[in-house]
């Protein structure tokens, strides 16, 4: 069973940097492995999101939060970046 959260959200850095923006989230369940996955698309580049990694905190609506890493990023638009995300918590969808 695959579970889905797309819409609105914000990614908190380490340093406590707030992103707002859009996110496209799934559960996934391979091999007998529970765990979660998307991408995030920021309103706003920082050379600090750029350098983001590990132990970020994933804002939903209601007060739903999640841990996660970034895995990968690339480039869309010259404007636009997407970052690949997966989490370390229960999935907040």
């Known amino acids: 069973m695959t579970?889905?959260?797309?819409?609105p959200a914000k990614l908190t850095l380490v340093?406590?940097?707030c992103i707002s923006g859009m996110v496209?989230?799934?559960t996934n369940q391979r091999g007998g492995i529970n765990g979660w996955s998307g991408t995030f698309r920021p309103d706003e580049i920082t050379t600090d999101l750029r350098?983001?990694?590990e132990g970020l905190q994933l804002e939903l609506p209601y007060d739903r939060v999640g841990t996660v890493d970034v895995?990968?990023?690339?480039?869309?638009l010259a404007t636009q970046l997407l970052i690949s995300l997966t989490g370390r918590s229960p999935a907040p969808f």
Do not use: P, V
């Open 3 to 7: 579970t889905t959260y797309s819409g």
């Open 15 to 17: 340093d406590g940097a």
């Open 71 to 76: 895995t990968g990023m690339r480039k869309l």
């Open 51 to 53: 350098n983001a990694g």
């Open 24 to 26: 496209s989230l799934s």
